[in-house]
C-alpha cells in the first residue's frame, strides 16, 4: 500500500494533521484538501500536496480525484463543535452531511473503496452503560453528534450497494501534540480543558473555570477519556488493511475516565505552576461521564494507545504551547 495515494480531508486541522504525518512516515502520497477556515497551512506536512477547497466545491473536488487516484479517503473536515451544533443545528446538519455526501458519491464514481471517517463520541449522547462499547445504543447528544450519525448510515449504504469500505472511528477527547513539538492544537476560539488549562498555568489567562462541580462522579466534575492524538492517527493509519476486506466501526479511547479536577492536577504536576480554579456552572449538554470501551480496536487491530497516561498527554500539550504560545500563527481566513 505504501506509495498509494491517500486524500486527507481537514489535513490542516489537529486530528488531520497528525493523521498525515502518520500516513507521510509510513510511505504514502498525501494530499490534503482543506479550506483553511479552521487549519492552519503551516500545520501542513511539507510532503504533502495542499488543495485549498470547499468539500462543498464537487467539480474542484471531482478535478482533484481525477488527478491524483486515491486509494482511499480519510475525511476530517467539519464543524465539531458540540455548542455550536446546539445554537446552529442546520447549518452543522447541512455542511456536515452534503459535504460528507459529495466524498462519498465521488469515491463510488472514481472506484475508490477505502473511507476513514472522523466520528465521535457524541454519537452516543448520554449513554447509560460505562465503559461505551461499539454495541453501546445511538442517540447522538447534538446536531453536531446527528450529523456523524447521518455520515455512519451513508457509508453504510455505499458499503452495501457500491462496496465501498469504510471504518467510522468514534473518538472521544483527542488531546495532546505530537512529541517532536511539530504539530499541536491550535483553535481559535480554544473551547478544549487541556489548552485552556496550560494557558492557565502560563499566565496567559487569569483561571481556569470549572463547568460544573456538582456531577455525580467522585469529585463533583466531569470525566472523560483523553486520547493521545498520535494514538489516534496510528488507529487511521491501521485501519487501512482492514478495509480490504470489510467496513468497520471502532470506539476510540484508552478506557480510561479523568474528571477535570484530575486533568487541572495533571497539568500542575507537568507546568510545575499554580493553576487558579474558579467553580463555575455546568455547560449545557455536557454528560457527567464519557469512557470509552477500546477492547474491539485493541483485539481486532492490535492497537493499543502508546501514549496513555495522562501526564504524558499534558506534557507534549505543554511543550508545544510553550514553543507555539501562537499556535501556527498563520491565521487563515477562506476566500
Ligand atoms: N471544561 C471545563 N472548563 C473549560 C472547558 C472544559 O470544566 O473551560 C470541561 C467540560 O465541561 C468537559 C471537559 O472539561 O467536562 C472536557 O471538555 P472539552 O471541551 O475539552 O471536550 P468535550 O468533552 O466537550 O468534547
Known amino acids: ?36 477556515s479552521l487549519g ?70 472514481k472506484g475508490v473503496k477505502r473511507f476513514v471517517l472522523s466520528s465521535t463520541a457524541n454519537l452516543f449522547g448520554e449513554p447509560d452503560v460505562m465503559p461505551i462499547d461499539e454495541a453501546a445504543r445511538i442517540e447522538p447528544g447534538s446536531p453536531y453528534g446527528e450529523s456523524k450519525h ?49 494557558d492557565a498555568a502560563a499566565g496567559r489567562r487569569s483561571h481556569i473555570e470549572i463547568f460544573g462541580s456538582d456531577y455525580p462522579t467522585p469529585d463533583g466534575t466531569c470525566i472523560r477519556d483523553y486520547i493521545h492524538v498520535c494514538d489516534l492517527a496510528v488507529a487511521h493509519a491501521l485501519v487501512l488493511d482492514l478495509l480490504g476486506e470489510r467496513s468497520c466501526r471502532f470506539n476510540l479511547g484508552n478506557g480510561t475516565g479523568y474528571s477535570v479536577r484530575e486533568v487541572i492536577d495533571a497539568a500542575t504536576r507537568v507546568t510545575g505552576k499554580a493553576i487558579p480554579v474558579r467553580e463555575g456552572a455546568r455547560r449545557p449538554g455536557d454528560p457527567p461521564a464519557l469512557v470509552a470501551g477500546s477492547a474491539l480496536i485493541r483485539k481486532e487491530l492490535g492497537w493499543s494507545p502508546r501514549f496513555a497516561d495522562l501526564e504524558t498527554i499534558v506534557r507534549h500539550a ?13 491565521r487563515a481566513t477562506v476566500a
Open 1 to 36: 500500500m505504501s506509495g498509494e495515494a491517500i486524500l486527507v480531508t481537514g489535513g490542516a486541522g489537529f486530528v488531520g494533521s497528525h493523521a498525515v504525518r502518520e500516513l507521510v512516515d509510513r510511505g504514502f502520497r498525501v494530499v490534503v484538501a482543506d479550506d483553511l
Open 150 to 198: 447521518l455520515i455512519e448510515r451513508i457509508l453504510l449504504w455505499a458499503d452495501r450497494i457500491h462496496d465501498v469500505r469504510s471504518a467510522c472511528l468514534r473518538y472521544f477527547n483527542a488531546a495532546g501534540a505530537h512529541p517532536d513539538g511539530s504539530l499541536g492544537e491550535d483553535h481559535q476560539p480554544e473551547t478544549h480543558l487541556i489548552p485552556l488549562v496550560l
Open 40 to 109: 492552519h497551512r503551516a500545520a501542513v506536512h511539507p510532503q504533502a500536496t495542499l488543495a485549498v477547497l470547499d468539500l462543498g466545491d464537487r467539480a474542484a473536488l471531482a478535478r482533484l480525484f481525477e488527478a491524483h487516484g486515491f486509494f482511499a479517503v480519510m475525511h476530517f473536515a467539519s464543524k465539531s463543535l458540540v455548542g455550536e451544533s446546539m445554537a446552529y443545528p442546520f447549518r452543522y446538519l447541512r455542511d456536515n452531511v452534503v459535504n460528507a455526501l459529495n466524498l462519498v458519491e465521488l469515491c463510488v464514481e
Open 318 to 330: 505543554w511543550a508545544w504551547r510553550q514553543s507555539h504560545p501562537q499556535g501556527y500563527g498563520d
